[in-house]
């Protein structure tokens, strides 16, 4: 991972599969299982063509699907107590909006929503769902996505396929 793989990641015109943590062994992608892939939206444009492939490939793999939503933020303690309120109708707007889409496409998924800095948050809810997969957007439109793309690749447990 570093500057190249960045620019792959974003201006690939097709989707990447990046596993910076993933074994190196020649026999580990044949042995790559997939049971549960945990979806990251960001509620945008390419929200449904990205929640679209996750649920294919849940179908392919008989994986279970969890949607996640990150409200960005930060864990510092004074941006945690300021706004709670703001911050509890943000997260639960954006389960309403999970839930619509999933709906909308004819998906059955978990649902979870955090508030927090966003690759962190991935990162740490694909290992509390003990995800095998994780399928994000990129090239979203806004910058910061562009950032949280590269940092969720770099950060995760497992493989990540980026659309």
Do not use: M
Request: hydrophobic fraction near 45%; include cysteine; charge should be negative.
């Amino acid at each position: 991972f570093g500057s190249t793989a960045s620019t792959l990641l974003h201006r690939s015109p097709c989707p990447v599969l990046t596993g910076a943590h993933l074994d190196r062994s020649a026999d580990a992608a044949d042995e790559l299982e997939i049971n549960r892939i945990l979806c990251a939206l960001d509620l945008l444009a390419e929200s449904d063509k990205v929640l679209d492939s996750a649920a294919e490939l849940a179908a392919r793999f008989g994986a279970e699907l969890v949607l996640l939503h990150v409200v960005p933020g930060t864990e510092a303690l004074p941006d945690r107590q300021i706004d709670c309120e703001l911050r509890g109708h943000l997260l639960k707007q954006a389960k309403e909006q999970l839930l619509a889409i999933a709906s909308n496409h004819g998906v059955n998924a978990t649902i979870l929503t955090e508030a927090g800095s966003i690759a962190p948050t991935v990162e740490n809810i694909a290992i509390a769902s003990s995800a095998d997969l994780i399928v994000i957007g990129r090239n979203g439109e806004h910058p910061w996505w562009e950032h949280n793309s590269y940092g969720i690749a770099r950060r995760a447990p497992c493989a990540v396929l980026s659309i």
